[in-house]
């Protein structure tokens, strides 16, 4: 399967504190992207990052990809409440099929 | 600029029902996907339209059905209702090739009884 999955499924931090989250893929893939979701509610489009390019940065957000180990991670820069939501990665085939992990449920305390 | 809407936002339909939902992408996008997320997990690929022509189909049963119109706008049929159907159905609109990112729609929540 090509799903992305999502390490780890939850993490718990302080509001000021940075997030990571890890994402691993098993086939070649197109391209990356990292998705938002609060309570269920539609996903919101974070970053992509092609299969070529190693590193993104957007605002707060910092996102990499190792295609000889296929993953990525995405780490969040001094992060809010606001921030509490559960995070994706979607790995897109040639035809920007995506292909979901099960996510990271991160929740960021005040 | 309007995103991708969705209609409509929560349904509820008796299990053996047929339900229609229906998904309008952002202006000048031409590809529109459909997902299912159950609860708790992520969400899985359905379909793929791309210039009114399906370009895939996930790993659903027949009773799910799905076109795109002239307009670019798209309806996703099930039949025979499950109760395991019961899930939030997400529309993705994107421009279509590569590389392109996926704007997704507030989705609609169908619960089957």
């Known amino acids: 399967s090509q799903q992305g999955e999502e390490d780890p499924q939850a993490l718990s931090i302080q509001e000021g504190e940075n997030a990571t989250m890890n994402c691993s893929y098993k086939t070649s893939i197109n391209n990356l992207q990292w998705y938002r979701q609060n309570s269920g509610r539609g996903l919101v489009h974070l970053i992509l990052?092609?299969?070529?390019?190693r590193e993104k940065h957007s605002g707060r957000l910092r996102v990499t990809l190792d295609t000889s180990k296929k993953s990525s991670s995405l780490l969040i820069t001094a992060s809010r409440a606001a921030d509490t939501a559960s995070y994706f990665c979607a790995t897109a085939d040639n035809f920007n099929k995506f292909y979901f992990g099960s996510g990271t449920k991160l929740n960021v305390k005040p | 600029d309007a995103g991708v809407t969705q209609s409509p936002t929560h349904l509820i339909k008796t299990r053996g029902q047929h339900v229609t939902l229906r998904c309008s992408p952002i202006s000048g996008h031409k590809s529109v996907s459909w997902y299912q997320q159950v609860l708790g997990q992520g969400p899985q690929f359905i379909f793929q339209?791309?210039?009114?022509?399906?370009?895939g189909r996930g790993n659903f049963p027949d009773r799910f059905s799905a076109r795109q119109f002239p307009n670019y706008s798209s309806e996703l049929n099930v039949n025979a209702l499950l109760l395991g159907d019961s899930a939030l159905y997400l529309c993705a609109s994107s421009w279509g090739g590569r590389h392109t990112e996926a704007f997704f729609g507030q989705g609609t929540r169908l619960t089957v009884v």
């Open positions: 339209y791309y210039e009114k022509e399906e370009r």
């Open positions: 990052i092609r299969s070529n390019e």
